[in-house]
């Protein structure tokens, strides 16, 4: 299994701000995901990032947003630009381990004012 | 784009009762995963079936994939109060990612 920390844990901003958030793996990794799950709601993949390669966004998430970097094979960053409330949500990192099942950080819990 | 369904939304139960999780894809799968959140915490893998009409057990916990593959539940047996929490399926199609349901919320009054 896979050991994951995010930093922050949680931050409450103002809009039209960003936030960078951290995600560190104990072990290398080849992709890493991030996540967005809205309060109450289910799991959205915002994009997978891959290490020496820019990032693949899901529908709806554009890299203007979300930028995305992926530095080495133990850590990435998401950034939340130009806040909105609408942002207001638990931004999660992934990792896969063997034989597939996801590794999911603790999770950061953003509330944008 | 696939699609997956989870019912029902919310489950409210007795301790000692049984409860039932279903979920629902728009699409054959190539496998289904389950996962779990606690309240305030992050979604954690219980289990992953692969094989068509594949039944799996954990304690109290039974896991079944449909012969379609299509289709798949979870059933707790005698639900205790730690039982508490999000249950989300996760289905993988023909490529790495997971689409997750919207999951069950499962409340346990002692």
């Known amino acids: 299994s896979a050991v994951i920390s995010q930093k922050p844990s949680r931050d409450i901003c103002q809009r039209g701000t960003s936030l960078t958030i951290q995600c560190q793996v104990d072990?290398?990794?080849?992709?890493m995901f991030w996540y967005r799950q809205q309060p109450g709601q289910s799991l959205t993949l915002i994009a997978t990032a891959n290490q020496g390669s820019e990032a693949t966004y899901e529908s709806g998430f554009v890299i203007d947003k979300f930028p995305i970097s992926r530095p080495n094979l133990t850590f990435s960053t998401l950034t939340v630009s130009n806040m909105s409330p609408e942002d207001s949500s638990i931004y999660l990192c992934?990792?896969?381990?063997?034989?597939?099942?996801?590794?999911f950080g603790p999770g950061t819990r953003l509330t944008v004012l | 784009g696939q699609q997956v369904m989870q019912i029902p939304q919310y489950q409210h139960v007795q301790e000692g009762e049984d409860f039932t999780t279903y979920c629902n894809s728009s699409?054959?799968?190539?496998?289904i995963q389950w996962y779990k959140q606690r309240p305030g915490g992050h979604p954690v893998f219980l289990i992953q079936?692969?094989?068509?009409?594949e039944v799996k057990k954990q304690k109290r916990l039974t896991f079944q994939f449909g012969e379609a593959k299509k289709n798949s539940s979870l059933h707790i047996t005698a639900t205790q109060t730690t039982d508490v929490g999000t249950y989300f399926c996760a289905g993988k199609g023909s490529n790495y990612k997971l689409t997750f349901g919207k999951g069950t919320l499962l409340t346990v009054n002692p």
């Open positions: 992934s990792v896969l381990g063997g034989p597939g099942e996801q590794f």
């Open positions: 079936l692969v094989k068509s009409g």
């Open positions: 072990s290398q990794v080849t992709m």
């Open positions: 699409t054959t799968l190539s496998n």
